[in-house]
C-alpha cells in the first residue's frame, strides 16, 4: 500500500504529481508550509525540492513564500533532513 500523499498543480496548462515530503506550521506566523518534489535531480544528482505556504481555507492554494527569514528557515529544515541531521555536509 502507497502511504505517499501527493499534490497535483496546473504548471503551463499541464497537471504536474508532486510527492508531498513535510508540512509543518511555523508559530511565529501561524501559517502551513508544504516541502514537496517531482522526483526528478539536477545537474549534481540532488533531489529538487520545493516549497510553498499552504492556505487550506483557499481551497488548497499554494502561495510562494514571501517572507525571506521563513523561506530561509525552511531551507535550513530542508538541508537538515536530507542530510541526516548533519546542517554542515556537502
Known sequence: MDNKKYLELKIDGKIVKYE???TFKFEENDKTYL???DNTYDENNQLNVYAGEYDRSAKMVLKD????NIFNSI??????ITNGGDNNAN
Open 20 to 22: 508531498i515530503l513535510y
Open 35 to 37: 516541502v514537496y518534489t
Open 65 to 68: 513564500i514571501q517572507d525571506d
Open 75 to 80: 531551507q535550513d529544515i530542508i538541508e537538515t
